[in-house]
C-alpha cells in the first residue's frame, strides 16, 4: 500500500513533528516501503491465535499505597529549558 | 595486561600485580589515544574513574575481593548515569544530565567496578550500524572502514580495542549481539525481565533487555552476577531466582542436543559466515554434543512484526521528548504547537523521526487491528516455534548476522538495514537469552555465532559458550592496529 503525501502530513501531526515540503516524498517512499516489509505478516491467517503483547504473560505487580519517593522538584526542574515559581513554563497558551 | 579478561584482571588485581588506578589509568590512556579514530566513548569520566579506583584499592587493601571490585567498565549512553551527561546519541538529550542513576549502573557501582565512560550508540538504540547517532559513527577496531554494528556498537568497538575491560550494551532487536558479532567479542542478551530496565532510556518496552558486552562467556557470568535481579523499580522485571552464573560453567556438554534452524542456515547466508560457524559446532561435537536440524517456521515474518511493535512502543515512549521538562527546545518557538513539532523535529534524527511516523501509523484509528494486534499474533507463533524446539534441543545455534561487518555507508535503505537483525529479532519477540560469541575471521573480520536457551537458562547458555571458548581461542584474537601497548 503506498503512503501517499497526505497520510504523511497526517501522521506527522499526530506525531508532533514538523514535515518540510521538501522532504515529504522522501518520507512518503521509505515509508511506503517499510509498510511493504510488514505487511508480510498479512500473508499468514491469524485467526485462532491469541495475541501475544509481552514475553512474560505477566500480570502487573501491586504494591502497598505509600510514598516512596522524596520531592525533589528544585532539582528536577533545573534540566528543563524554563522554569519560574517551580513551574514549567511553555509559550503561551490561553489568549 | 589491558587485553586481560575479567576473571584474569582479578587474579591480578587481588595478588597486586597491578593497582586498579594503574588499570584505570591503562585504559584512559588508550581512550585518550584511540577513542579519536574509534569514537566509541561520547563521554570520558578520567576523574571520577580515578577516585573510583582509589577507593577500589583502599578497599581491596581492607580485604574486601568483590569480584568486580576495581575493573574497569563503559556504560552504553543509554543507562542514566548520576552526574554524568546521558544523551542515548541524540540531540534531544545532547545536554541531559540524569538526577539518579540506572539501577544496573547502581549494582556496578555497589560491586566496585570503575566507570570510564559512557559510549556511543545508534540514536535511541534505533539502528544496525551506530551510523544514527548524533556525535558520527563509531568505527570497527577490526576495519576503521566498516562499522562496528550497532545499536550498541561503542560499547562493542570499546572492548574489541581493549578501551576497557567491560562494558554494558542493550538488545531490542539484536543490539548486543551484532555488534559483538561484528567486533569479534562476547555479547549476552538475558531473558526478558532477567535484568532491571530502571534508568535505562525505553525504546521498546516489551523488547528492550540489557546486558554485558565483553571478552569471554566467564566474564559475562560475572557480569550477569551481578546485573540480574528483582528490582521493584520496574514492573516488568522478572521475580525469578538468581543462580551464581559461574557456578554451571564447567558442566560436560555430553549429550548436549544443539538445534539448528534450518531456515538460519538458508539463502542469504554468506559461505564464510557458515564455514566459520560449521566449524565451530565440530568442537561442540567432540566435546560429546549431537546437532539436530530444526524448524522455526515463522522465523521469516519476525522482522515485519518488529517494525511494527517496536515503531509503535517507540512512538509511545518517546513522546515524552516535548521540550517542556528536560532536553533541546527549539529556538523562539511562536505557540506550544510550534514548540512541540520543530524540539522534536529538530532534536531527533532521520531514523527515529521514520519509525516514530511507522508507529504513530500502527496505532492509528482504524489500522490497530491490522498492525499492532496482527503483529502480537505474530509474536505468539515466534514464540510457539521456540517452545516446539526446546521441547527436542538444550540450546539453539546459527549465525548472529549473515555476513561480517559492512563498509560505512553501504547501507543507505532503511528496509536493507532492517534485514541485518534476521537471525537476532525473534529471539527479542520472545523474550529468550541470547548471546554472540566469536567463532573465526573471514578476510581478517570477525564472524559471530548466536545461541539461544529457553526462558530463564542463563546459566545453560552461558556454560555451552564457555566450553566452546576454553577448548578454542577465537574470543582471544585481536585487531593488531590497536595492540599495542599490551
Known sequence: MAFDKSEVEKVAQLARLHMSESDVDEVAARITDILALIDQMQSVDTESVEPLAHPLDMTQRLRPDVATEPNRRDELQQLAPETEDGLFLVPKVIE | MIEKTVAELYGALNSGEISSVELTQAYLDRINRYNETLNAFITVSDESALSKAKQADALRAKGDSSPLLGIPLAHKDIFCTEGVKTTCGSKILHNFISPYDATVVTRFNDAGAVMLGKTNMDEFAMGSSNETSYFGPVRNPWDTERVPGGSSGGSAAAVAA??????????????????????????????????????????????????????????????????????????????????????????????????????????????????????ALRVYEKLGAELVDIDLPNNHLSVSAYYVVAPAEASANLSRFDGV?????????????????????????????RRIMVGTYALSAGFYDAYYRKAQKIRR??????????????????????????????????????????????????GLPGMSVPVGLADGLPVGMHMVASDFAEAKLLNVAHQFQKNTDWHRQRATAFTEGQ
Open chain 2, 162 to 279: 581493549d578501551l576497557c575491560a567491560m562494558a554494558t550494551g542493550t538488545d531490542t532487536g539484536g543490539s548486543i549481539r551484532q555488534p559483538a558479532a561484528f567486533c569479534g567479542v562476547t555479547g549476552f542478551k538475558p531473558s526478558y525481565g532477567r535484568i532491571s530496565r530502571w534508568g535505562m532510556i525505553a525504546f521498546a518496552s516489551s523488547l528492550d533487555q540489557a546486558g554485558p558486552i565483553c571478552k569471554s562467556a566467564e566474564d559475562a557470568a560475572l557480569m550477569l552476577n551481578a546485573m540480574a535481579g528483582l528490582d521493584t523499580k520496574d514492573s516488568t522485571s522478572a521475580d525469578v531466582d538468581v543462580e551464581d552464573y559461574t557456578a554451571g560453567l564447567d558442566n560436560s556438554l555430553e549429550g548436549l542436543r544443539i538445534g539448528l534452524p534450518r531456515q538460519h542456515f538458508a539463502e542469504g547466508l554468506s559461505a564464510d559466515v557458515e564455514q566459520a560457524v560449521r566449524d
Open chain 2, 325 to 353: 521538562r528536560y532536553g533541546y527546545r527549539c529556538e523562539d518557538p511562536v505557540d506550544l504547537e510550534d514548540m512541540y513539532k520543530r524540539t522534536r523535529s529538530e532534536g531527533f534524527g532521520e531514523e527515529v523521526k
Open chain 2, 381 to 430: 507463533l515466534i514464540k510457539n516455534d521456540f517452545d516446539a524446539a526446546f521441547k527436542d534441543v538444550d540450546i539453539i545455534i546459527g549465525p548472529t548476522s549473515p555476513h561480517t561487518a559492512f563498509k560505512l555507508g553501504a547501507k543507505t535503505d532503511p528496509v536493507a538495514m532492517y534485514l541485518e537483525d534476521i537471525y537476532t529479532i525473534a529471539v527479542n519477540l520472545a
